[in-house]
């Protein structure tokens, strides 16, 4: 039950994600989007830090950090909000959540697969390419069921 109500959940996310889609493509202006728009206000970096009830200085460095990726989400909003503009937070998987489970899976299984099969070597046990993939694509269902948290345990891997 919990594993339908979670998989409806990612179906759910990557519907978002799809409409999300075309935003993705858009860059962040080298000189940021604060002071972008600044400009395309016209609005000075005085008038800015007023707005802010900060010095220009302030504005200068805010715009830096912006610039730099060193910006804290508040101040961005502050700044967004005297820009009359809305701050739009997001993060966008750079492909379906189920493959990077199934990716994450794949890995595990060929790992703990590739280490058991050493070891059998070893005793002249070892076992044939047909048998490794049976048992990699037996181990990956596994995971794939189980639950997901258990994929992201072992940061070595």
């Known amino acids: 039950m ?3 109500f979670k998989k409806l959940m990612q179906e ?3 519907e978002q994600f799809k ?3 075309g935003a ?3 860059t962040k202006p080298k000189s940021g989007w604060i002071r972008v728009i600044r400009d395309a206000l016209g609005m000075s970096g005085e008038a800015l830090a007023k707005r802010l009830n900060c010095s220009q200085a302030n504005v200068t460095a805010l715009e830096r950090r912006e610039r730099t990726s060193k910006i804290s989400l508040e101040a961005l909003d502050q700044a967004a909000k005297v820009l009359n503009c809305k701050l739009v ?3 966008i998987p750079n492909e379906p959540l ?3 489970l199934e990716n994450r899976a794949k890995l595990i299984a060929k790992r703990k697969i590739d280490l058991v099969n050493h070891s059998m070597s070893l005793e002249q046990q070892g076992l044939t390419s047909k048998q490794l993939q049976q048992q990699e694509r037996d181990l990956i269902e596994e995971l794939l069921q189980g639950n997901p948290k258990n994929l992201w345990i072992d940061d070595k891997i």
């Open 98 to 100: 189920n493959k990077i």
């Open 2 to 4: 919990e594993n339908n």
């Open 12 to 14: 759910q996310l990557q």
């Open 24 to 26: 993705s493509q858009v």
């Open 89 to 91: 937070y997001f993060l």
């Open 19 to 21: 409409q999300l889609s």
